[in-house]
């Protein structure tokens, strides 16, 4: 009976060759054991090597199709130039669809020839920005803004002392000016408009943006360029302030590259970290943000300008930024300022709720994060026409009331500062009779009071002489 006697000079090479590609798929015992018997039959060897490609190659292809892509077909006068001027946001990408393709020379292409291009390369087309929300005198190309309009590629957004404004991607990606701010739209394209997929690119001039950006799949789908840095992030909450110096850039959340390309230097910031870029130096190094103020927990109710409310102050700070912002549109800043410490002063405010929004400076000018603190504004209006009636039981003093008043507070001092207070009434009516005043001058002011007693701003002062008869 014929035996079969296997010939080892020629399957020697598949066992070492193939363990490593059967690992993964059959696990160490099985290609332990299998590596053995390819070592002793070739042909045996020759079959399992053909199954194990044809189980990987579709693997490798599986990777591929996962990326979502387009067709080209190349036309005739076609070059890689022009293709990739035509289809690819930045030319030089034309490599990675070489690669994708599987071309042998990423320099040739020839008519007819079908090429896949991963849709996260393309141009896109240029669609514009829309500001969502203007406060105070906001400027697109030198010309007043208003809410609502479209904001395109090449346009430049000014605000002014106490302005905001909101510009709005197609995915919700919302870019908030500060006060004092330029930036420029470099880019904003619609690579899949309908999947939410866009890119765009914010120069930032001076001032500040504070960013919310989408999370998207799309590797640095935004892009903002201060005069020293460039800042590149996929899904975060950060902010980028810009001056001809330095700028800085703070990562409350998610993750940015901040490059300085003058001196060829790049620095990854995860959330709760900053750093500053000076003019032609490279990033600082990650600088951890401050903590937020801990502000009281109660809305403040205001009645009278120029209230204030205190806070514990921040290890580590040196100022404290503060933002006020109505309550219910938090991307509009109405107010902003710079305080050395508590107790924050707030500025004069119309009727209405808001949240202010109080967050640490460190040595480095990084702001931390912040803390809140709805307030709610009611000011009281002070009572006017203020007149003096000498009678024969005493003084009175008269004003016309405030409609919806509860009581008045009257002063009478010798001083103009109120600091010599001679007598002082709490008075339902619009009059009050002061009796046994000596002969003088005097100087006296009326305020509203609120039905808890809250006290309303003060009228004007007037000054009049006692004579007696």
């Known amino acids: 009976m014929p035996t079969y006697t296997p010939t080892r000079s020629h399957s020697r090479p598949f066992g070492p060759l193939l363990g490593p590609l059967l690992g993964p798929l059959l696990g160490r015992s099985h290609s332990r054991s299998l590596s053995r018997l390819l070592a002793r039959d070739a042909l045996c060897a020759a079959l399992v090597a053909l199954a194990a490609l044809c189980m990987a190659l579709p693997r490798a292809a599986r990777a591929d199709d996962a990326v979502k892509t387009i067709t080209y077909v190349v036309k005739p006068g076609d070059t890689v130039q022009s293709v990739s001027q035509a289809l690819l946001d930045e030319p030089a990408q034309f490599l990675e669809v070489a690669r994708f393709n599987h071309l042998r020379n990423p320099n040739l292409i020839y008519p007819g020839q079908q090429l896949r291009v991963p849709v996260v390369l393309l141009r896109g087309n240029a669609v514009p920005l829309t500001l969502a929300a203007v406060n105070g005198p906001v400027q697109v190309n030198r010309q007043p803004a208003t809410t609502g309009m479209a904001v395109p590629e090449g346009a430049r957004v000014s605000t002014g ?7 709005v991607r197609g995915d919700g990606t919302r870019m908030q000016l500060l006060p004092d701010s330029l930036a420029e739209v470099k880019k904003n394209r619609a690579i899949e408009q309908q999947q939410g997929l866009f890119r765009s690119v914010l ?16 590797k640095d789908h935004v892009k903002v360029i201060t005069p020293t840095s460039t800042i590149g992030v996929r899904g975060t909450q950060y902010r980028v302030g810009a001056a001809q110096a330095v700028s800085r850039v703070e990562v409350l959340q998610g993750r940015v590259a901040t490059a300085s390309p003058a001196a060829h230097a790049e620095l990854a910031l995860n959330g709760g970290f900053g750093t500053v870029v ?3 130096r490279p990033p600082a190094g990650a600088i951890a943000l401050l903590s937020a103020p801990v502000l009281p927990a109660d809305e403040l109710t205001v009645h009278r300008n120029g209230a204030a409310f205190d806070f514990a102050a921040v290890k580590g700070a040196q100022r404290y930024r503060y933002l006020v912002s109505p309550a219910e ?13 508590p107790p924050l002063a707030l500025p004069t405010l119309a009727d209405g709720r808001y949240v202010v929004r109080v967050r640490a400076l460190d040595a480095n000018g990084l702001e931390g994060f912040d803390g809140r603190r709805g307030v709610t504004v009611k000011i009281l209006t ?31 001092a010798r001083d103009a500062d109120f600091k010599l207070l001679v007598t002082e009434a709490t008075v339902t009516e619009p009059q009050a009779l002061l009796r046994d005043l000596p002969a003088g001058r005097y100087f006296w002011h009326v305020g509203q009071q609120s039905a808890t007693g809250a006290p309303g701003t003060w009228a004007y002062s007037r000054t009049d002489t006692l004579v007696q008869p």
């Open 161 to 167: 002392a106490g302005a905001s404004a909101v510009l």
């Open 203 to 218: 120069a930032l001039v001076s001032g500040a943006v504070d960013m919310a950006v989408e999370k998207l799949a799309l």
């Open 278 to 280: 000076p003019q032609g």
């Open 329 to 341: 549109q938090a991307d509009v800043v109405l107010a902003t300022g710079l305080v050395p410490q």
């Open 382 to 412: 002070a009572p006017f026409d203020l007149g003096m009636q000498p009678r024969a039981d005493g003084l009175r003093l008269y004003w016309e009331g405030t409609q919806g008043s509860a009581r008045y507070h009257v002063q009478v």
